[in-house]
């Protein structure tokens, strides 16, 4: 399995982004997907994740309301779209593939890890 996460770039507070992870393999739509962030001199924090279903989903609270996380099990791919960006939200962006189906927030349930995607907010 490999993960291609991608749609970063520098916007202004206030701003949209839209990032994407396209997964190789057949059985992308078995498993929950995530995006996690970190920003230097930080740990790895959780952002969002969805059922492999698409139908159920949890966000960090820092982005609660800001943060849509989404899939396209036809596409392979996953969505973070991310609106009202802040300067705090500056780090780099995981897309990861979880252990099981259901959604989780604990970054040891997941097994494969894109390569990161640089979000940068300026004030």
């Known amino acids: 399995v490999q993960l291609q996460a991608s749609g970063g770039g520098l916007v202004q507070a206030g701003g949209s982004l839209r990032l994407s992870c396209a997964a190789s393999?057949?059985?992308?739509?078995?498993?929950?997907m995530g995006w996690f962030r970190q920003a230097p001199g930080k740990e790895r924090e959780f952002v969002a994740t969805?059922?492999?279903?698409?139908?159920?989903?949890y966000y960090g609270d820092s982005v609660k309301g800001r943060f849509t996380i989404s899939r396209d099990n036809a596409k392979n791919t996953a969505y973070l779209q991310m609106n009202s960006l802040k300067p705090e939200d500056t780090a780099v962006y995981y897309c990861a593939r979880s252990r099981h189906g259901a959604r989780s927030y604990v970054l040891g349930e997941y097994d494969y890890w894109g390569q990161g995607t640089q979000v940068t907010v300026s004030s």
């Open positions: 969805i059922s492999w279903s698409g139908g159920s989903t």
């Open positions: 393999g057949r059985t992308f739509s078995d498993y929950a």
